[in-house]
């Protein structure tokens, strides 16, 4: 029998567990998606260098769409099939309950972005397969929360954004059989502030003190309630004054939400010695007062008639700098303790890591630049160069047995 490692890799093992699917799945999502976004941006920026179709709608509009309701949804369904079960003490998720969410969520964004290269009804087909294939997933996790005996809040919340993320999708197939630019603008708002952000924040406010008690010592872990509920309603505060174009009034949110985001990392940053897989938890968590430093300064100089300063430079602050360094952190620590690995970082996680900063800088100066077409497309190349080694290593061990012989 052929006993080298590469013999024993098996698509069935994707169905294993939850987070092996739908992390499979996020990682193909996260270098697709990209790909597509790439070729786009060099050809808007040298014509010549190669032709790319302009969707209907716009590239920029579906390029927020598949970031925010495909690809890191991906990774958050596979979190939480998972920790659902374990945060209020009911059974696992069998393979029924998983296995369509993943099939919906890749199916839709390979649909979608066939359709962004000119397949007819593609778009259209991808985003009916990712609401079927989110329901799947919510029907599962609100059967947890009805059944939820000891109120787990945490679980509340992350189960509210999701529901408000499968109507902000909604929203986006509205604006697809209207044509309505209300509905897709509204839909990548609640993608933003009504989907990723609650969902990050709920996950950190529950996760990350715990993590540091775990292995820091003398570490007091701080996780009160009120938090999490100032977070969600500033976040929900911030998406209204957006929905009605508000721009002037931003800060009256941001400016709390930068007060809040410093406190939490004050309270939360573990202080002494820690392993590399706790550190770079924090450091990603250090984007969000920079996120809303950026977006205060933004709504202020809007305030005093001074227009979009910075352009797209604090939204990109969240979404490269602090959902994607914490992307790679999160998705790591996970693989590694499910695949019966040590958890740490090991070297293609602490490159994707560096990198992604690296990115994320790029694509925020980009906005103020001379020529921010060609800042846009080195950062979207960099996503690809930072994250390509990390995806390949993931993807693989999601393919394998586990390293300590256990199932799952």
Known sequence: MDTRPDARLSPRLLAAAPHRIMFFVGAGNVLLAMAWWTAWLLASRWPGLLSMPQPEPYAGWL??????????????????????????????????????????????????????????????VGVAMTLAGWLAGLCFLGDLVLRDRNRTWHARSCFAA??????GLAAFGAGLLTGSPQWIFASIKIGTFGLLLPV????????FPFFAGNVVKGYVAWRPMWLLAAFWALCVVHLGLELVHAYAWLWLADLP??????????????????????????????WLPVTFALYSAQS???FAGEGFILGRAPAHALFVGFFGSL???????????????????????????????????????ADVSADPGLWWAVAAAGWLVALSPWVARIGRIYLSPRADGRQG
């Open 63 to 124: 390029h927020a769409i598949v970031m925010q309701y495909q690809m890191l949804p991906s990774f958050i369904f596979g979190f939480l099939l998972t920790t659902f079960p374990r945060w209020m003490g009911l059974p696992d998720a069998v393979r029924w309950h998983y296995v369509p969410v993943g099939l919906g969520m890749f199916g839709g964004q390979v649909a979608v972005l066939l359709g962004a290269l000119g397949a007819p009804a593609g778009i259209e």
């Open 162 to 167: 999701l529901v408000l993320g499968w109507l």
């Open 200 to 207: 990050y924040l709920t996950v950190a406010h529950r996760m």
């Open 257 to 286: 939400l930068l007060a809040l985001s410093l406190l939490a990392l004050w309270r939360w940053w573990p202080r002494g010695p820690k392993p590399g897989i706790l550190a770079v938890l924090f450091l990603g968590l250090a």
């Open 300 to 302: 202020l100089a809007y």
């Open 327 to 365: 992307l790679v952190a999160m998705v790591t620590r996970v693989t590694q303790g499910h695949s019966g690995r040590k958890i740490e970082m090991p070297a293609v996680a602490w490159f994707a890591f560096a990198a992604i900063q690296l990115v994320t800088v790029a694509r925020i100066l």
